[in-house]
């Protein structure tokens, strides 16, 4: 049997959205960096690593010291090719140090008033860039062949997404501005940008955004009693103590631990109002005669259903980010009670619940709204 590819019928108004999606994405990409008074000296640049010295290294226990002494070779710019000695150091943090051997391609920093011949250079890291280039062609490839227009604007909103996250979300809060409601409110454009480019702009991108924003904003109010309550300070965020030491604006981390809960959160409500909206869209399509109450059940039912597994994925998904402090927990036989009162758990948990409690929020609401727009449509 031949295979050939479905033909795909692209409306006018998915063009003039698509388009503009596009010259969004380049306007934000545009848009400068945060203009930050600590700058990094030098340029970055890709090297290969041609010999180690590993005589000045000490180990203590599982973690290593001191300083390893390289030969790079320079593979980009306007010294390339050419060989200069570098310094690698280690300071005992198993998460940030590394330890080169022959072969591998790393980053070392050059600074513009040194010269690299009557210097060392600064080993900085692996050089990570090609090959997340890699996976991320793979990953653009494999969405645009499996989802063909559909995957394109999918690709679009995840494209969007991260710019919103890195010239906006994060350059405002660094400025100051409050976190929870200002993060809120960019997720409430994601939500319309990825809901009506993927969807459509159409009954159903409607149903399946109004139900987003309901438990988005369901998870920011809970957010903001439950933190106070189980006095979450936000500290327990990952570089948050570096960050406060580092930067003049006052921070408020409580707030800022609030816009990550519905940030995490909001992909997976979105998800779950997408696919609530779908199904009441193709039962009215199959049966025009339905009323708003069996409409709004059918929606129910399929919420009940899909809301099983997501608050479930939630769980899964948060613990595995805190695998290690959980095991040793158990290690050291710790109380549950002891378990639960500690900050970092109780952090946890209160991104679990709460984004949990927006899930089972959002089935209902969305029901509610799918089952009176498509009834609507017949009146």
Not at 102 to 112: F, K, L, N, S, Y
Not at 122 to 130: G, M, T, V
Not at 193 to 219: D, E, H, T
Not at 315 to 338: E, H
Request: with cysteine; proline share 4%; glycine share 8%.
């Amino acid at each position: 049997m031949k295979f050939s590819w479905p033909k795909i019928k692209i409306a006018a108004k998915d063009w003039v959205f698509v388009a503009v999606m596009a010259v969004l994405c380049v306007v934000f990409w545009l848009i400068p960096p945060l203009d930050s008074p600590i700058r990094q000296t030098g340029r970055t640049v890709p090297a290969e690593v041609l010999e180690t010295n590993d005589s000045m290294l000490m180990e203590m226990g599982v973690e290593h010291y001191g300083t390893q002494y390289l030969q790079v070779k320079i593979l980009d710019g306007e010294f390339e090719g050419k060989v200069f000695p570098a310094v690698n150091e280690l300071r005992g943090e198993m998460d940030l140090d590394k330890i080169f051997v022959p072969g591998d391609r790393i980053t070392v920093v050059i600074t513009d008033d040194v010269v690299p011949e009557e210097s060392l250079l600064l080993a900085k890291d692996y050089d990570r860039f090609p090959w997340s280039m890699v996976l991320f062609a793979g990953f653009c490839l494999l969405l645009i062949v499996f989802g063909a227009w559909t995957g394109a604007k999918a690709l679009f909103s995840f494209i969007f997404s991260c710019l919103i996250i890195f010239k906006v979300i994060i350059p405002l809060t660094l400025k100051g501005y409050s976190a929870g409601w200002m993060i809120f409110g960019c997720v409430a454009l994601l939500t319309a940008v990825i809901v009506f480019l993927v969807a459509g702009l159409n009954r159903k991108g409607v149903v399946a955004f109004a139900g987003s924003v309901a438990g988005v904003l369901s998870a920011l109010i809970m957010s903001h009693i439950f933190t106070g309550l189980l006095h979450i300070n936000g500290a327990t965020l990952h570089g948050a103590r570096a960050l406060l030491y580092n930067i003049d604006v006052p921070l408020d981390l409580a707030d800022i631990f609030t816009g990550a809960i519905i940030l995490a959160c909001s992909g997976a409500v979105m998800d779950l109002a997408m696919d609530i909206a779908s199904a009441i869209e193709e039962v009215s399509i199959h049966n025009k005669n339905l009323t708003f109450a069996e409409l709004t059940a059918s929606g129910m039912r399929v919420g009940r259903s899909v809301v099983g597994t997501m608050t479930t994925t939630l769980l899964l998904a948060y613990s595995g980010g805190y695998l290690t402090t959980l095991m040793m927990f158990a290690w050291q036989g710790t109380n549950p009670v002891d378990v639960v009162n500690n900050p970092i758990v109780a952090a946890e948990i209160v991104k679990t619940l709460i984004g949990s409690f927006s899930l089972v929020l959002v089935a209902p609401l969305t029901a509610i709204v799918g089952g009176w727009f498509f009834r609507c449509r017949e009146a």
